[in-house]
């Protein structure tokens, strides 16, 4: 496969930098509700004003129309205005391998597919399925990702293909690499190699922000997890790790490390650096209070969780211990929809399965889970997550047109157990209009989708992956 170039790729174009309101003024962009995510929490028939990358002004629809008569106005008088979400745990790397193996648990899983996938990727593939991935997220009002991607390192850095993707497509992300030694022939200089390559590549971007990627603490020999640690320590910049997905990993640590996974890392130090926690399914009292005191951010992944029957996030409990949680669409391998309001509603519904209560979790919550406190797991809430003056112009306009949305007696139960990718109209990622009307501006969704399908045979046929087969799968 041929490495793709630093220019734009054939199915993108420069349009999709344009936006109105140029001017000093700003835009105006209005809604019947505003839910801001912060105080006040609503803004009946509000607007925002957004001069270049910012959040000018927040408040009632006739007041800023009043004191900014030149600004151009988007939105309508029955739309709903939301910040944009933030996806707390992704994985670019599953972008070509939808669909398939949903027979296994995790662990089967992991052997049987990741492992058959991930030394067979490359930077063309990292590039595309960013595209692709990211293309579905937009959609669903995701402007900020947080990424693992899962691979073996190569002569040529893989990883670096997921940071042109997102400035591609303009959407905001944290990207790591997923760094495992457990796969045979992977050294450790590779993998340093490729966190470098990385963390270089976030730093030209305007839009990528980097963190030490760490795929479970059982993937890493306990050298290379030390060797993750210094570098979380020397870089800075925050770590993503996978914890408490399944009971198999928490057994494992405690017979080879003879304590959990969690107490595992605080006792070496990786809680130190910013920390962004996926899963935390199988949580003792003790990983919580662990988890609290050094405040760590989890990203619960409801959707993902439920098709590899890993179990249920206790979210109630977690919040209550003060912990910052927010939510993940995870991989598009184990989700397998890149659809964020897919993840909220069904976050909500499994909570309340669980627990046998109807207020387990509620919309308002949810929302906020999907906004600023996932922005607070990323220890990014002082930026994004909200609708607040100084913070960067993240927005999410639904379409109130729409049937589904055509009578809203209460927005946020709206929003989440009403509103689907067909309500999202528009998407503003700092002050640029990445989605209008539902669509890409400058993206040719077609042509992509034509490149991936290559990508994706290529890879399945490369990893061997026919076994996987519906023809191949128990009925």
């Given at each position: 496969m041929t490495e793709p170039s630093d220019t734009l790729h054939p199915a993108i174009s420069s349009e999709g930098a344009a936006h109105?309101?140029?001017?000093d003024a700003g835009f105006l962009i209005r809604g019947k509700y505003v839910l801001t995510s912060s105080e006040p929490e609503m803004i009946s028939d509000g607007a925002v004003r957004v001069v270049g990358d910012t959040i000018a002004d927040i408040g009632s629809f006739a007041d800023l129309s009043g004191r900014f008569p030149s600004c151009a106005v988007l939105g309508g008088p029955n739309d709903i205005v939301t910040p944009g979400f933030i996806n707390t745990h992704g994985h670019f790397s599953e972008a070509l391998v939808t669909g398939i193996a949903e027979n296994y648990a995790l662990g089967d899983w992991l052997r049987v597919l990741i492992d058959a996938v991930a030394p067979r990727l490359d930077r063309e593939s990292a590039f595309i399925g960013t595209l692709l991935g990211g293309v579905q997220m937009l959609r669903t009002g995701i402007t900020l990702t947080?990424?693992?991607f899962v691979c073996d390192p190569r002569t040529t850095p893989v990883t670096p293909g997921v940071v042109q993707g997102l400035e591609e497509l303009?959407?905001?992300?944290?990207?790591?690499y997923g760094a495992s030694d457990r796969r045979s022939g992977t050294s450790v200089e590779g993998v340093l190699a490729e966190h470098a390559a990385l963390?270089?590549?976030?730093?030209?971007?305007t839009l990528?922000?980097?963190r030490v990627g760490i795929a479970t603490v059982a993937a890493q020999a306990p050298s290379m997890f030390a060797r993750s640690v210094d570098l979380a320590s020397s870089y800075e910049d925050g770590v993503h790790i996978h914890l408490h997905e399944s009971r198999e990993e928490i057994e494992f640590i405690r017979e080879s490390r003879h304590m959990s996974p969690i107490a595992y890392c605080a006792q070496h130090g990786l809680f130190d650096s910013p920390t962004l926690a996926a899963h935390c399914v199988w949580l003792a009292d003790a990983?919580?209070?662990l988890l609290a005191s050094y405040g760590v951010g989890v990203a619960y992944n409801p959707v993902s969780n439920m098709i590899l029957a890993s179990g249920v996030c206790p979210v109630a409990r977690l919040r209550g211990s003060g912990i910052k949680v927010g939510l993940g669409v995870d991989g598009p391998a184990s989700n397998d929809r890149q659809d964020m309001l897919e993840t909220i509603k069904t976050g909500v519904l499994l909570q309340r399965l669980d627990q046998l209560d109807p207020a387990a979790l509620t919309a308002r919550a949810a929302l906020r889970m999907a906004t600023i406190e996932g922005a607070a797991a990323l220890n990014l809430d002082n930026?994004?997550?909200s609708l607040d003056p100084g913070k960067a112009a993240d927005l999410v306009v639904f379409d109130g047109g729409s049937p589904a949305l055509a009578n809203v007696h209460d927005p946020f139960q709206a929003i989440v157990y009403c509103a689907g990718a067909r309500e999202v109209k528009d998407v503003w990622v700092a002050g640029q209009r990445r989605v209008a009307d539902g669509e890409l501006p400058g993206v040719d969704v077609t042509a992509l989708v034509r490149e991936s399908r290559k990508l994706a045979r290529c890879l399945a046929q490369r990893a061997d992956l026919g076994a996987l087969s519906l023809l191949a799968a128990p009925g």
């Open positions: 109105p309101g140029q001017q947080n990424d693992m303009g959407l905001k992300g944290i990207v790591s963390r270089e590549a976030a730093a030209s971007s990528c922000r980097f990983d919580i209070r930026a994004v997550g």
